[in-house]
């Protein structure tokens, strides 16, 4: 019996834990977004103002240290989804004689771990391309003395080669992404016990609306560089 609920124990503290991290990556996506839609402006101060926004984020130290919390998320929140994953298909390995998924549950909560694993790959090659480049690759500084991701961002996606794969990369990546949060964000507050009658149709027309939202303002972003 002990062992039994050792773990159950065990599986809700993942759980909890994976609830946690989302939603904590859930705002950081938030915060993201806000400074990356300075690449839609037009102004002659885009750029610098896109610039300044990378340099605070990269050397205020509470955003640092924020940082390195999140990166702990992403990864602990992939591998744990991995774990999950493996349990469950080792809790059931004999597929049963009739199996309809679909009337018991979304497609995004049975395709969780695919959508993740693409997701991890998009946050590979982005941070690759320019996480890595603004910590340790040589820009030019612009005006302000900061360093011109910017123009990075924008000789990436307009680029004559990798500009159309990159750009389409980010947006079906986005789509992944809508679909993950569809599914995560109600699941997460159902993790850990926010299910009322009253406010879990709330919780869950906000979760509609922020993955399609976010994933898709972010979409548009790569799109609107490569067409101008």
């Not at 955003?63 to 702990?72: D, E, N, Q, V």
């Not at 990864?75 to 999950?84: C, D, N, P, R, S």
């Amino acid at each position: 019996m002990s062992a039994k609920s050792g773990v159950f124990s065990s599986s809700i503290v993942r759980k909890v834990w994976m609830s946690l991290t989302g939603l904590f990556l859930c705002s950081f996506l938030v915060v993201h977004l806000l400074g990356n839609l300075t690449l839609l402006r037009s102004d002659a101060g885009a750029a610098e103002a896109f610039n300044a926004y990378a340099h605070f984020m990269t050397t205020f130290p509470l955003i640092k240290i924020t940082s390195y919390l999140l990166y702990f998320s992403i990864l602990f929140h992939a591998v744990w989804g991995i774990m999950l994953e493996i349990k469950n298909r080792k809790a059931r390995p004999v597929a049963y004689a009739y199996n309809n998924p679909s009337a018991n549950s979304s497609w995004a909560s049975r395709k969780m771990s695919l959508l993740g694993t693409i997701i991890l790959v998009f946050i590979a090659t982005h941070m690759y391309h320019f996480w890595a480049q603004m910590h340790f690759g040589t820009i030019p500084l612009d005006a302000s003395g900061n360093k011109d991701l910017y123009t990075v961002v924008m000789e990436f996606f307009r680029h004559p080669s990798f500009g159309i794969p990159a750009t389409l990369l980010y947006v079906v990546s986005m789509a992944a992404l809508a679909f993950h949060l569809h599914h995560g964000f109600q699941s997460a507050f159902q993790t850990l016990g926010v299910n009322h009658r009253k406010y879990t149709p709330i919780i869950e027309k906000v979760g509609l609306v922020f993955s399609i939202a976010i994933p898709l303002a972010f979409a548009i972003i790569p799109v609107y560089i490569f067409l101008t």
